[in-house]
């Protein structure tokens, strides 16, 4: 069963701060943006989901992400070069503060 579960997640990552948007649109756009601007590579990327549940209180922080990709080589891709959002500056949003985490199955959390 955990077998299943890592293949099921093995295309996903989570981006973490990413300003919301009103609909799931503007969050993959936003998100593709990002990648656009501080990575240079164009992703195709199937499907954003906003984890958690949605509250409209003014000061809180953005709900984590779950972005979907087409390839494990975008995903890579995309990984291998998170950590040049923590060197941005002067951004519409606040690069530095999103960060992004390959999805785990609770096995692999716990090991």
């Not at 919301?20 to 656009?36: F, L, Q, S």
């Not at 990327?45 to 984590?64: A, D, M």
Request: no cysteine; net charge positive.
């Amino acid at each position: 069963m955990e077998l299943k579960a890592i293949e099921e997640k093995k295309l996903n990552l989570v981006m973490f701060n990413v300003p919301e948007g009103d609909t799931e649109e503007p969050d993959k756009d936003a998100i593709k943006n990002i990648i656009r601007e501080k990575f240079k590579v164009m992703v195709d990327i199937t499907e954003t989901v906003r984890l958690g549940n949605n509250t409209n209180t003014l000061n809180r922080k953005p709900r984590p992400t779950l972005v979907k990709f087409d390839s494990l080589a975008e995903k890579k891709q995309v990984l291998a070069m998170a950590t040049k959002l923590r060197y941005s500056s002067n951004d519409i949003y606040m690069y530095n503060q999103v960060y992004i985490r390959p999805e785990l199955a609770k096995a692999q959390q716990k090991h």
